[in-house]
C-alpha cells in the first residue's frame, strides 16, 4: 500500500480529526484492501472500545466502498473507486459516512476525499466532421468546432488543443465560465476553390497528465461557393426554468439566430452541440423553429442545472453558437427517509432523564422546504425527540419512568418536511421497560380487628392479612414477618404466629378471656427486591368470652370451723327479707348473667329467693309449729351456653332469742365436711416426713464425707486414727451419724367436729432420745399427758400408729 500511495504521491493523509470528524485523501482506483489511514489512531480511539462498542461504518442508502478493520483500527477499501462514476465532473469528490459506537452511543463523521488519475482519454463525440465554407468567406471567418470530453478533472482534464496542417486555419481557444474551452477554428487566408476543393484537418485534444493522453477528431473542408455572412443568435447566453417530473413535449424555450445573406445563403438550421450531461437525451432542439422542447425525465436530485450548447448554422456552412441555461425547479416529490442508527429495546425505570433510547438518521433528497424535515413523537409520553446535529435526531427520556403505570411504550416518530403539501414518514419504536423495586407492600388496611373465641385449639387459624405489592416478579414476591413485641411481658411471638407465605395469623396458645381481653401487634409485609421494601399494618385481637367459668358465691361465706345462721322471729311477716345471696361470674355478657333458684329447703313452703336478685323473703306467715333449725340449698346459675352453676347452703334459724338458737346449733358444727380434712391432715403428714427424710440424707451424706476427707488426712500422716464425735452426735452401727434430740410438732384437734385446729407444746411432749449403748433402736418417751389420747379422728389413729 505505501507502494502504491508513493506512486500516486502522497495519496493518503489525515485531514483533521477535530470535534469528533477524521478526513482523508485518496486516489481512486485504488486496490481492495488497501489502507485508507488509521481512525482509531487520528480519533484517539482504543481498539478496545473499537470491539466493545460494537463500531460499524453508517452510509445510509449510499454504496459502501470503505470498510472498518475492528482489530486493526484502520479503515480499508472495500470496493474499486471510480471517481468518475462516483461524481462526475464535481470537485472536489468525497465519501461521507458516519462510525458508530454504542454502550455509550457515539458516532464520528468521517470524510473521504477521492482524488483523480490519469485514467481517462480525451475523446470526441464523432471521429470526423464535415465543414462546407464559402470561398468568399473573409480571413478571420470563425468556425466553431465541437470539443473532446475528458472525464478526468484537474490537471488530468483536457488542457490543450492542435490543429494540422495550419495552412488556411489557426486555432482559438476560449475559456468560458464554466471552465470548459470553446474551440474555434479560424480561417487565416481566403479560400480557393479552384486551387483546393476540399481541406483535410487533423485536429488533437491533449490532457496534462503523467503520462500524457490524446485523442483526434478529422476535419473534412468543402470549399462552396460565397455565403459571407453567418448566422448571429439574439442572445448569447439563454436562461430558462423546468420544474422536475415535467412531462415529455414540455417546451422549454425558445432560441432565435439571424442570417443577412438572401435566399438559401440565409436559412439557419438549430442543432445541440452539447458532448456530456446526456443533455442530448434530455432535450430537442427545432431545427427551423428553434424550440427547445424536454424529451427525457428531469429529477432534480439527479440534476440541479443544465447547460445546451445550440448551433445556428446556414446553408453556406456559417454558425454562430450560444448557450442555454436550464434551471431545474425541485419538486416536494420526496418523503423522508427514516434510518435507525441505534436503539435500545429496554430500559430501566430508573432510568434518568435525558438517557438516550434511539440515534436515527433523516434523509430528503429535496431541496430548501421541501428537503426541511421536522421530527416529533406522541404527546403525553416521557420521551422527547431531539435534534443533535443536521438531520441526525435523538429519543431522550423526557422525565421519571414508571413501570407500574406503564410497562411497554410503542413511540410513533414522524418526520415531515415543509414542503406543500408536506410529506410525511413514521416508524414506530417499541421500548421496554424493566422493573426496579421501587414500590413497598401495601396492606389492604392499615389496622385490622379479629375476633377469637376463648379457650381455642392451639394453632387455629384467625384471620388472614394481605399485603399486594405493585411491582414485578422478584419485587412483587410479599414475605409477612411478626414484628418483635411484647403483650403483659410476654413476648408476641407466644401468643401468634404469621405464614410468611400466606399472612395467615395462627395461634400459638389456647387464650383465656379472663386474664386478657385483647391484644394487639404488627405485621410487616416485605417484598423480595433487592434492597428490600416493607410496610406494617396494626392487627388486634379480641378475645370473646365463653361460659367456662361457675359462679362464685360471696355472701353467705362457706367455712367447714363456723356456723353462719341467719335468724327469723317467729312474728315475720309474708316478705321478710331473711337474706340475700351475693354471687359474681367472672364471665362476661350473659354468661355473668346470674339467676338463683331455691333447690332444697326444710320447708319450701315457708321460704322463696328472688330469680334476679338472690333475696330469700318469707312466702307466709311464722308460725309456733316451724321448726327453728332451717337449711336451704340456694342454686346460682349462670345464663351462658351450656349453663354453669354453683350451690350455697343457707342455715336459717327460727327464734325470737339468741339462746334459744344457741342451744339448737351447739352440735351443728360437727356436720362439717369430714373429708375435706382428712385429706388436708394426710397432705400435712406426707410433707413433714419427707422433710425429716431429706434432712437426714443430707445430714448422713456429708458426715460421710467428713470422715472420708479425715481418714484420708490420717493415713497420709501416719498418726492413729482416734474417733471424734461432735457434740450431740452418736455412732450409730459406725454407718453414721444421728442427732441425740428430735424436736417435732404435730397438729391435731381436740375435737374434729367442734373446733380448729390446735398444736402441742414444742421439744417438751415428745423427745426422742438415742441411746449410745443400743445397736440401731430409738425409744419414744411420752410425758405424763399424751396428747394423742383422743382416737375420734383418722388422722390421730394413723399419728398413733406411726408414733408405735
Known amino acids: 500500500n505505501l507502494t502504491q500511495r508513493d506512486a500516486v504521491g502522497q495519496c493518503v493523509a489525515v485531514l483533521d480529526s477535530v470535534h469528533g470528524q477524521a478526513s482523508y485523501s485518496i486516489p481512486e482506483e485504488m486496490t481492495k484492501g488497501s489502507l485508507v489511514g488509521n481512525i482509531a489512531q487520528d480519533l484517539g480511539l482504543d481498539i478496545k472500545r473499537l470491539k466493545s462498542g460494537k463500531a460499524r461504518i453508517y452510509t445510509g442508502d449510499s454504496a459502501e466502498y470503505i470498510e472498518l478493520n475492528k482489530e486493526r483500527g484502520v479503515l480499508l477499501i472495500k470496493d474499486r473507486i471510480d471517481r468518475e462514476s462516483l461524481c462526475g465532473q464535481t470537485t472536489p469528490c468525497a465519501l461521507h459516512f458516519q462510525i458508530i459506537l454504542e454502550n455509550p452511543m457515539e458516532f464520528y463523521t468521517i470524510t473521504v476525499e477521492i482524488t483523480d488519475v490519469n485514467d481517462n482519454i480525451p475523446s470526441f463525440e464523432k471521429s470526423d466532421v464535415q465543414f462546407k465554407i464559402s470561398e468568399s468567406a473573409v480571413s478571420g471567418a470563425k468556425f466553431i468546432l465541437d470539443g473532446a470530453m475528458d472525464q478526468d478533472v484537474g490537471i488530468n482534464g483536457l488542457q490543450s488543443y492542435t490543429l494540422k496542417p495550419t495552412d488556411h486555419f489557426a486555432l482559438e481557444l476560449h475559456n468560458q465560465a464554466d471552465g470548459n474551452k470553446n474551440v474555434e477554428m479560424v480561417l487565416k487566408k481566403p479560400l480557393d476553390r479552384e486551387r483546393v476543393e476540399q481541406i483535410s484537418l487533423i485536429l488533437t485534444a491533449a490532457d496534462g497528465g503523467e503520462p500524457r493522453l490524446s485523442g483526434t477528431m478529422q476535419i473534412l473542408i468543402t470549399v462552396l461557393d460565397a455565403n459571407d455572412n453567418p448566422p448571429v443568435f439574439t442572445q448569447h447566453t439563454y436562461k430558462a426554468t423546468v ?228 411491582d414485578w416478579n422478584q419485587n412483587a414476591r410479599v414475605s409477612y414477618i411478626l414484628e418483635d413485641s411484647s403483650v403483659n411481658g410476654v413476648p408476641v411471638s407466644s401468643y401468634v404466629s404469621v405464614s410468611a407465605d400466606s399472612g395467615v395469623v395462627h395461634s400459638v396458645r389456647s387464650f383465656d378471656y379472663e386474664q386478657m381481653k385483647d391484644f394487639q401487634f404488627r405485621v410487616k409485609a416485605q417484598d423480595g427486591g433487592s434492597p428490600p421494601l416493607s410496610s406494617n399494618a396494626t392487627v388486634k385481637i379480641i378475645i370473646h368470652d365463653q361460659n367456662d367459668n361457675t359462679p362464685q358465691v360471696l355472701y353467705p361465706v362457706q367455712t367447714s370451723s363456723s356456723l353462719v345462721a341467719e335468724m327469723v322471729p317467729r312474728s315475720a311477716d309474708v316478705g321478710y327479707l331473711v337474706t340475700k345471696v351475693v354471687a359474681v361470674d367472672v364471665d362476661s355478657g350473659q354468661n355473668a348473667w346470674l339467676s338463683y333458684k331455691l333447690q332444697k329447703a326444710t320447708d319450701r313452703a315457708l321460704f322463696e329467693v328472688g330469680l334476679q336478685n338472690g333475696e330469700i323473703r318469707t312466702i307466709r306467715q311464722v308460725n309456733d309449729k316451724d321448726v327453728v333449725k332451717q337449711r336451704l340449698t340456694v342454686v346460682v346459675e349462670d345464663n351462658g351456653q351450656p349453663s354453669r352453676s354453683a350451690t350455697v347452703n343457707v342455715n336459717v ?82 454407718t453414721g451419724t444421728l442427732q441425740h434430740v428430735y424436736n417435732y410438732e404435730v397438729c391435731r384437734t381436740t375435737d374434729s367436729r367442734k373446733s380448729d385446729c390446735k398444736f402441742v407444746r414444742p421439744c417438751s411432749q415428745n423427745v426422742l432420745i438415742m441411746d449410745p449403748s443400743s445397736t440401731g433402736t430409738m425409744q419414744r418417751m411420752q410425758s405424763e399427758n399424751n396428747i394423742l389420747d383422743e382416737t375420734d379422728s383418722p388422722l390421730e389413729s394413723r399419728m398413733q400408729k406411726t408414733q408405735s
Not at 438517557?355 to 426541511?372: A, K, L, W
Not at 397432705?683 to 440424707?697: G, R
Request: overall charge negative.
Open 243 to 470: 420544474t422536475e417530473h415535467s412531462p415529455k413535449g414540455t417546451l422549454v424555450t425558445s432560441v432565435s439566430a439571424s442570417d443577412a445573406d438572401h435566399g438559401s445563403n440565409s436559412k439557419v438550421t438549430y442543432s445541440v452541440r452539447n458532448t456530456v450531461d446526456d443533455v442530448r437525451e434530455m432535450f430537442d432542439v427545432d431545427e427551423d423553429s428553434g424550440e427547445i422542447r424536454l424529451i427525457g425525465n428531469v429529477d432534480y436530485e439527479k440534476t440541479r442545472r443544465f447547460q445546451i450548447s445550440l448551433r445556428a448554422s446556414d446553408d453556406g456552412g456559417l454558425t454562430d453558437s450560444c448557450k442555454v441555461i436550464v434551471e431545474v425547479v425541485d419538486t416536494n416529490d420526496n418523503t423522508p427517509n427514516i434510518n435507525i442508527m441505534s436503539k435500545s429495546n429496554v430500559i430501566s425505570e430508573d432510568a434518568k432523564a435525558g438517557t438516550v433510547v434511539t440515534m436515527m438518521n433523516i434523509q430528503d433528497p429535496d431541496s430548501g422546504d421541501n428537503g426541511r424535515v421536522q421530527c416529533s413523537i406522541d404527546e403525553n409520553i416521557p420521551f422527547l425527540m431531539k435534534s443533535t446535529s443536521n438531520n441526525f435526531f435523538t429519543v431522550v427520556t423526557d422525565s421519571d419512568l414508571d413501570r407500574e403505570r406503564a410497562s411497554e411504550y410503542n413511540i410513533s416518530v414522524t418526520c415531515s418536511d415543509e414542503g406543500v403539501p408536506s410529506l410525511s414518514s413514521s416508524v414506530t419504536l417499541t421500548l421496554q421497560i424493566s422493573d426496579v423495586n421501587d414500590n413497598a407492600p401495601v396492606f389492604e388496611r392499615s389496622s385490622y380487628e379479629a375476633y377469637i373465641i376463648e379457650n381455642n385449639t392451639p394453632g387455629l387459624s384467625i384471620f388472614t392479612v394481605k399485603a399486594r405489592d405493585a
Open 653 to 734: 334459724a327460727v327464734a325470737d332469742s339468741f339462746p334459744e338458737v344457741l342451744s339448737e346449733f351447739t352440735d351443728f358444727t360437727h356436720d362439717k365436711d369430714y373429708n375435706d380434712n382428712l385429706t388436708f391432715y394426710l397432705v400435712l403428714a406426707l410433707a413433714v416426713v419427707s422433710f425429716l427424710f431429706i434432712t437426714c440424707l443430707v445430714v448422713i451424706i456429708s458426715v460421710k464425707i467428713y470422715r472420708w476427707r479425715q481418714s484420708r488426712v490420717l493415713y497420709h500422716s501416719n498418726l492413729p486414727v482416734i474417733p471424734y464425735y461432735p457434740p450431740r452426735y452418736a455412732d450409730t452401727l459406725g
